[in-house]
Nanobody
């Protein structure tokens, strides 16, 4: 059972990146998927979450309108499209799978599987 986040990199402010979260060893469509990030010296925070079907999505206020979470269950992959990136978006981004009771809270409770992170660096 493994989750792998990829797609990070270095981008200028205002640019875009698309992160991918791929699963191996299990089917992602059994789970809600969340994206989290941790900036240096800060606690990890929830960024976005998508329901099992993809019918419901939730975003942190700091990324609302700029980031879009989506999923392709046929490809066993979840995406995070990040547009209009800001230097404050710089962080290691992680994806996680689970069954959170209140996904709108973007919390870590109920997230059972975590991938290794991918670094996103936004230069000013």
């Amino acid at each position: 059972v493994q989750l792998q986040a990829s797609g990070g990199g270095l981008v200028q402010a205002g640019g875009s990146l698309r992160l991918s979260c791929a699963a191996s060893g299990f089917a992602l469509d059994y789970y809600a998927i969340g994206w989290f990030r941790q900036a240096p010296g800060k606690e990890r925070e929830g960024v976005a979450c998508i329901s099992r079907s993809g019918g419901s999505t939730y975003y942190a206020d700091s990324v609302k309108g700029r980031f879009t979470i989506s999923r392709d269950n046929a490809k066993n992959t979840v995406y995070l499209q990040m547009n209009s990136l800001k230097p404050e978006d710089t962080a290691v981004y992680y994806c996680a799978a689970g069954s959170p009771r209140r996904p709108s809270l973007l919390g870590e409770d109920g997230m059972d599987y975590w991938g290794k992170g991918t670094q996103v660096t936004v230069s000013s």
